[in-house]
């Protein structure tokens, strides 16, 4: 609340009583009474090495998106962060009423094909699929020192992910060595549980995973969907820009997105038997 006062979203001397939303990868708070959220490094203030960085990417994407066009939620217009707190580091956004999750496949394939045309020149800093395999490295090794899972598993899960990096490392060079513009800005988790019907609208959330890679990631992410149909919005994404994706380059990108999934799931199951023990807050959602 100390950041909602300070930029003037909340009066100094009124009264606060902030609401947990969404308890996951990062915690989403709205800053009742203001019609603000923010969102806090939570998970990923402890497996990601500057997760600061990836929150500012995350605010310069949906900018960018919004001002092409495209369907995403958007930071707060003023003072949106990031904001460097005893709690981690946060970003606040406008409290988005009269949402639902997005169960449409066909308009979450669009949205995502008119996201990726509006992000396409974002000229900043991106991680490189490093990204996605160090943060679910790193958070296995967590689990296994403080004794959430037992070290064997955490190094099986490790060797799987460092294997399925140095597939996709060998695979990107062979697409750099193609041409430019194979590489390109990704959402980085285009599954379901981030997409939200906003008036209507098939919009996306959450671009802290963004990463520079091939389509083909986010089109896997799209297809292993379990709120609506991948096949078809991986359809409607195809339709929607002429994209065929490259057989061998979804197999890479299963391979990278399973060993990630199994370090997440770890994550997640620990946090759910500590929330249950707890009995503060209800058990998380992947997001």
């Known amino acids: 609340m100390r950041v909602a006062r300070r930029v003037g979203v909340l009066d100094a001397d009124g009264r606060a009583d902030p609401v947990v939303l969404h308890h996951g990868a990062n915690l989403v708070v709205h800053l009742r009474p203001a019609p603000v959220v923010a969102r806090v490094a939570h998970l990923t203030g402890l497996v990601r090495r500057d997760a600061a960085a990836h929150l500012a990417l995350e605010l310069d994407l949906a900018r960018l998106a919004r001002e092409q066009g495209a369907d995403v939620v958007g930071p707060l217009a003023h003072d949106a962060g990031v904001h460097r707190e005893p709690e981690g580091p946060m970003t606040l956004w406008p409290l988005v009423e009269r949402l639902r999750s997005g169960r449409d496949a066909a308009a979450a394939g669009r949205a995502l ?37 037992p070290t064997p598993d955490a190094v099986e899960i490790g060797e799987r992910n460092r294997e399925a990096l140095v597939e996709m490392r060998s695979l990107l060079e062979d697409l750099v060595a193609e041409g430019p513009g194979r590489l390109v800005p990704l959402h980085g988790d285009p599954h379901g549980g981030n997409l939200l019907d906003v008036d209507g609208r098939a919009t996306w959330w959450d671009l802290d995973d963004a990463w520079r890679g091939p389509v083909e990631w986010d089109l896997e992410v799209l297809a292993g969907s379990e709120l609506f149909d991948g096949a078809d919005a991986v359809a409607a994404y195809r339709e929607a820009t002429g994209f065929r994706p490259d057989g061998r380059v979804l197999a890479v990108c299963r391979t990278l997105r399973a060993a990630q999934g199994a370090a997440w799931g770890a994550l997640y199951g620990a946090l759910d038997g500590l929330l249950e023990q707890d009995g503060t807050l209800g058990g998380p959602d992947a997001d």
Request: proline fraction near 8%.
């Open 113 to 149: 094909a008119a996201f990726h045309r509006g992000v396409r020149t974002y000229p900043g800093w991106m991680p490189g699929p490093e990204n996605v395999a160090a943060d679910a490295h790193r958070g296995v090794l967590l689990l296994a020192r403080i004794g959430l899972l």
